[in-house]
């Protein structure tokens, strides 16, 4: 199955997706998983709403896994993002990678989140136990 862009409100399973990547050229493979913590800088977090513009957020997804495939020689690059109500414990976002050697794979896999933090059209917005906040870059 290989490499894939995914932006769904439903949870993913980080074996399936390694399972998929993993072919005989790979010698290394790097994932990310973003989880939703329970506090953030002191502030108790309830819930998390992530919103997005889905058509565009895939395209962005789309044109970074191009340039890191490129850049880093990656032979497969999936990247699921989460969008709707989360809980603390629950999975964000997965970026993971396969390339044939290591070095490669984590710097895909670093360049990835760092880009998707900067250019993929997100917002968070998160419900505290005293109010509600919208957390600027929706990461």
């Given at each position: 199955m290989g490499s894939?862009?995914l932006?769904?409100?439903d949870d993913?399973s980080v074996?399936?997706?390694?399972?998929?990547?993993?072919?005989?050229?790979t010698?290394a493979i790097?994932?990310?998983?973003?989880v939703?913590?329970e506090?953030?800088?002191g502030r108790k977090i309830k819930?998390?709403?992530?919103?997005?513009?889905?058509?565009m957020?895939e395209?962005e997804?789309?044109?970074?896994?191009?340039k890191?495939?490129?850049?880093y020689?990656?032979?497969?690059?999936?990247?699921?993002h989460?969008i709707g109500?989360l809980?603390?414990?629950?999975n964000?976002v997965?970026?993971?990678v396969?390339s044939?050697?290591?070095?490669e794979?984590?710097?895909?896999a670093?360049?990835?989140?760092d880009e998707?933090?900067k250019?993929?059209p997100?917002w968070k917005?998160?419900?505290?136990?005293?109010?509600e906040?919208?957390?600027?870059g929706?990461?």
């Amino acid at each position: 199955m290989g490499s894939m862009i995914l932006v769904t409100n439903d949870d993913f399973s980080v074996d399936e997706v390694l399972r998929k990547i993993r072919n005989k050229r790979t010698g290394a493979i790097v994932s990310f998983v973003g989880v939703v913590r329970e506090d953030d800088s002191g502030r108790k977090i309830k819930m998390l709403e992530m919103e997005t513009y889905k058509g565009m957020a895939e395209k962005e997804l789309s044109d970074l896994k191009d340039k890191a495939m490129e850049k880093y020689d990656l032979e497969e690059v999936t990247i699921i993002h989460r969008i709707g109500s989360l809980s603390p414990g629950d999975n964000i976002v997965l970026i993971a990678v396969a390339s044939g050697h290591r070095k490669e794979a984590f710097a895909g896999a670093e360049f990835l989140i760092d880009e998707l933090k900067k250019v993929v059209p997100l917002w968070k917005k998160e419900i505290l136990e005293d109010g509600e906040v919208w957390v600027e870059g929706g990461h």
